[in-house]
């Protein structure tokens, strides 16, 4: 029978305690037999059984994705339960499964916790033991609903009667602190018990008031010098009766055993100091100190609306005797995250790990690349138990570790952390390198998307540097459900915007004197990244929480331009780390900077046009256009001869709509014998990167992209796989030809010359260059959104076989369930099998040649070929295969 099989909103499934944005439901039906959904019929209620409802509207129409909820705003603490039945060509199904969504404290009048810490912390000064904080309190009766909701400066963990309370890692994240604090809130009813329970916190420096950046010396305390958490539990009783425990002077501090913990040095733990049970009830914590309270106004608090991060795999490892005796480790796998290491050895005994992502040819950890990042953690036992050893409040970028130490090592497992996304897509193909280069792009956003879409993780930055995230965010969003974790650090980037611009990193702590806010590309991510993530999920919650932001930074490009009506004259990162600039000055690339800052003017008042067309702002979006379209003629015919001579050139003045369109098939031409005469060598950086395969496949050049695709030689995205890499790297030569570990020299941007205290820059972990990745998908895999029906509403299905690739299986995840599509060449005959979930459909694109003859089913069908949901069989004869040679 027809049924709504899954109800979802756009909340990861485990989360409480969530912001009070309009609640956007999705579902899925099943029906194989039904052609359409003709209507649909939501209810809300505070009663998970529906015995009143508190609003429900019926619509006529098809919509099943980003379908705003009704049932007005909520107050603080409310839970509401949604369900939905279906008209399928004028029959109801049943009702859904239920969802719900339950808001945290809305409000600053909520909330009556203070933020208590040690008292005279000397970790105010230099790294400290972390603070440890607690309150013993008496319940009467059973406790019938519970909830704690918690936020600390600096990162948190909590305890309620000797149990840890969640699995959320680094708490409560990081975003812009001074305006906006996430609040998280976990359901602790089981946990309470009638008599003496205790709250207890630790708090550790995290990116609050942990280093930051890469100027040892001013690089700790970015935020502010004191940490606290801010605890607030509320309990209704069996008697209807609310108690609330919050944290406030009548809490006590003391220290333990992590003597200091940085996420970039690592920590110390030294067991003999640790107190035993002070996490529960009974404990005589008659020594410690009454905390102190630390001023914040909790008017930034808010509540938080993305998954935590966690651990999110566990992966055995590989141990042998490395250098000097000590225990090397590999992963297997370059990963965020650490070692748990169980050990047996005495009071006293030592083991300090150090961490990297890749082996000097002699043997020895390639430490270099982390800078000024310890990244060490140092145990200390307190007696000859067997003692897992597990670090807290840091995390390391690596796949190698060494562990040195004199006690006997019993077992090592490695703990990946990440921002607990759901998958959202596979994909393999006859083609192991490529198969290969997709592992190592979903795992470099795993290990990147850390609370916030980072460049690296392992050295001293660890940043959210907006040009990475805005040339990745398509194929962020086609790997895992980025939807939350995006809208999340908008919000960011929105209150750290000034007049001068976007921020190239959000949060914006990169120091004074550096290029920190408009760059090109860079700050661009404020219109590129919402609009990736509205095609890629169909939801409108980017571009509305978005446009005014759009609309800020458009104009402060308006204000900066010149007599000639261009911008131009200031530093640019421009298309970074071109292979041909310098290796030292990245910034350098063949392609000017300025035609990269007035393309890019171009494509922001382009894509703020489109969004406000979608919103119906049709008077901005008129005006957005036209001054796209104005940048866009007077970047063209500044630049036109210039553009044509570089690949990024070229794919900009396709991709991002400069050159008139009837020029884009011949600057395509010119692309390809640019491509072909470098012998499909990538010559792009990181802002030409994502473009230049669409702008060759966009004019039916596939021969050239897949030259360039499949290229193993230096300068291409496989050269990384036949070197080792299992994730992608920051240079395209970051192992040189001869093996040797490129030096990775950098001058300062602001200076001329050598310097000898001159940074280095050489990450095996950034994955601006895995942005071709969203290619892939859409010519390899064959799946494509399309703009016009975003969220895969529309599909086109248009798989390119070529000599190399011979048959590919992709799955996607969309909203409206799993889109699927097999496809094989063999014998002068290409099968295809596609499903395409309900509420979804496809437009195949058959690779047909002028003798072809393509069939569905048994049909033989002439283009186009519209696929409705259900499972399809293909075939054509005689396809068009490209060939890369
Ligand atoms: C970061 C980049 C970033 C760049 C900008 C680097 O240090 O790691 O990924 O985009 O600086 O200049």
Not at 427 to 444: I, T
Not at 581 to 597: C, H, M, N, Q, Y
Request: hydrophobic share 40%.
């Amino acid at each position: 029978m027809a049924a709504v099989t899954s109800l979802r909103t756009q909340y990861p499934n485990d989360l409480i305690g969530v912001d009070d944005d309009a609640v956007r439901l999705r579902w899925q039906i099943d029906a194989d037999d039904a052609r359409q959904q003709t209507g649909s019929h939501i209810q809300v209620s505070h009663d998970p059984d529906f015995g009143s409802v508190l609003a429900e509207r019926v619509d006529v129409g098809d919509r099943q994705l980003d379908c705003l909820a009704p049932g007005g705003e909520f107050v603080s603490r409310e839970r509401r339960f949604y369900r939905v039945m279906a008209e399928l060509d004028g029959v109801w199904t049943p009702w859904s499964p239920v969802c719900s969504v339950e808001v945290g404290l809305l409000t600053a009048d909520d909330w009556r916790a203070k933020a208590v810490t040690l008292p005279d912390d000397p970790g105010a000064i230099s790294m400290a033991p972390s603070p440890l904080v607690r309150a013993a309190f008496g319940v009467e009766s059973s406790v019938v609903s519970a909830r704690l909701y918690v936020t600390s400066l600096g990162a948190h963990s909590v305890a309620l009667n000797g149990k840890v309370i969640s699995d959320s890692l680094f708490a409560p994240g990081w975003s812009a602190y001074h305006q906006r604090l996430l609040a998280c809130t976990y359901d602790v009813t089981e946990m309470l018990v009638p008599g003496e329970n205790v709250l207890s916190g630790v708090l550790g420096d995290g990116w609050y008031r942990g280093r930051l950046g890469w100027n040892p010396g001013q690089d700790r305390c970015r935020y502010g010098t004191e940490l606290g958490l801010i605890a607030q539990l509320e309990m209704t009783l069996d008697d209807g009766s609310i108690h609330t425990v919050v944290s406030d002077e009548s809490w006590t501090a003391s220290t333990g055993s992590i003597r200091f913990a940085d996420i970039y040095d690592g920590c110390e733990i030294d067991f003999r100091e640790a107190q035993d049970g002070w996490t529960s009830p009974g404990f005589d914590a008659d020594s410690w100190k009454p905390v102190s309270v630390v001023d914040l106004d909790p008017v930034i608090i808010e509540p938080w609306i993305s998954a935590p991060i966690r651990q999110v795999k566990e992966l055995e490892v590989r141990c042998s005797e490395g250098p000097n005796g000590v225990v090397r480790v590999d992963v297997g796998q370059n990963i965020s995250g650490y070692l748990a290491i169980e050990v047996a050895g005495s009071a006293g005994s030592e083991v300090v790990t150090h961490h990297a992502e890749v082996v000097e040819p002699g043997g020895a950890l390639h430490l270099r690349a982390l800078r000024s990042a310890i990244a060490s953690d140092r145990f200390l036992l307190a007696d000859d138990q067997p003692t897992m050893l597990v670090p807290e409040f840091t995390f390391h970028g690596f796949r190698y570790a060494d562990i040195a130490t004199d006690a006997e090592v019993l077992s090592v497992r490695a703990i990946v952390i990440s921002s607990d996304l759901e998958e959202r897509s596979s994909f393999e193909c006859s083609h192991e390198g490529l198969n290969q280069f997709e592992s190592n792009v979903r795992w470099s956003q795993r290990d990147n998307f850390v609370g916030l879409p980072t460049d690296c993780p392992q050295r001293d930055e660890r940043l959210g540097w907006t040009g990475d995230a805005q040339a990745f965010a398509a194929t962020a969003n086609v790997l895992f459900d980025s939807h939350q974790f995006w809208l999340s650090w908008f919000r960011d980037l929105a209150l750290e915007q000034t007049e001068e611009g976007v921020p190239s990193v959000v949060p914006n702590v990169v120091l004074e004197g550096e290029p920190r806010m408009g760059r090109a590309g860079w700050a661009d991510a404020a219109t590129i990244a919402p609009w990736a993530t509205y095609e890629a999920t169909g939801s409108t919650a980017s571009l509305v929480q978005q446009l005014d932001s759009m609309i800020r930074w458009v104009s402060t490009l308006q204000s900066k331009r010149h007599d000639d009506g261009l911008l131009g004259g200031e530093f640019q990162f421009g298309d970074w780390l071109d292979p041909d600039a310098p290796a030292s000055e990245p910034w350098k690339a063949k392609t000017d900077g300025d035609f990269i800052a007035n393309a890019f003017f171009s494509h922001s008042a382009r894509l703020t046009a489109e969004v406000a067309a979608v919103l119906g702002e049709t008077a901005i979006s008129v005006e957005h256009r036209s001054l796209a379209d104005e940048m866009a003629a007077l970047t063209w015919e500044r630049w036109r001869d210039h553009a044509r001579t570089t690949q990024t050139g070229c794919a900009v003045a396709i991709e991002l709509g400069i050159a008139p369109v009837e020029e884009h098939p011949e600057v395509a031409t010119m692309l390809a014998s640019l491509v072909r005469a470098a012998d499909g060598a990538v010559s792009t950086g990181f802002l030409g990167t994502p473009l230049v395969l669409p702008a060759l496949s966009r004019h039916g050049h596939f021969d050239t992209a897949y030259l360039m695709l499949l290229r193993t030689g230096v300068r291409s995205w496989l050269y990384q796989v036949e070197n080792d890499a299992t994730t992608v790297w920051e240079r395209w030569d970051a192992i040189l030809p001869d093996g040797s570990i490129h030096d990775g020299i950098m001058k300062s941007i602001d200076e001329q010359g050598e310097n000898p205290e001159d940074p280095h820059m050489l990450s095996f972990n950034h994955y601006a260059y895995g942005a071709v990745i969203d290619w892939v998908y859409r010519n390899v895999g064959g799946l494509a959104p399309t703009i016009a029906a975003p969220g895969y509403r529309q599909v086109l299905i248009a798989p390119k076989p070529c000599t190399q690739i011979t048959n590919a299986t992709t799955a996607i995840a969309t909203g409206f369930g799993e889109l699927r599509l097999d496809w094989a060449v063999a014998d002068q005959q290409f099968t295809a099998t596609v499903v395409v979930p309900f509420g979804s459909q496809g437009s195949f694109s058959a690779p047909t040649t002028d003798q072809s003859v393509v069939t569905v089913g048994d049909r033989v069908v002439t283009k186009p070929i519209t696929l409705e949901h259900g499972t399809h069989h293909i075939a054509v004869t005689h396809p068009a295969v490209a060939s890369p040679s």
